[in-house]
């Protein structure tokens, strides 16, 4: 079985705390930069279901090609 999910996580955090750095530093006041932060977590949290949902679909084609060329 493939472990990227770690990998891929550590991607996701990666990106996502650049555009943060970003939109604070662009953005200096909090009432603005605060729903864009906020959008940024919903982002981030959605990338990461994502990752994470398509990880156990390989995972469970991988399985079931092995059962099968077993």
Same mark, same amino acid.
């Given at each position: ?7 891929? +996580?550590t %991607? *996701?955090?990666?990106?996502?705390? #650049? $555009?943060?750095?970003?939109? +604070?530093? %662009? *953005?200096?006041?909090e009432?603005? #930069? $605060?729903?864009a932060i906020a ?19 390989f995972?469970?084609?991988a399985?079931?090609?092995?059962t099968i060329?077993?």
């Open positions: 079985m493939l472990n990227t999910y770690l990998d891929v +996580n %991607v *996701i955090d990666t990106v996502q705390n #650049a $555009k943060r750095e970003l939109i +604070n530093s %662009v *953005i200096p006041q009432s603005v #930069a $605060k729903p959008i940024l977590e919903a982002e981030t949290s959605f990338a990461k279901s994502l990752a994470e949902t398509t990880q156990k679909y995972d469970t084609v399985d079931t090609f092995a060329k077993a």
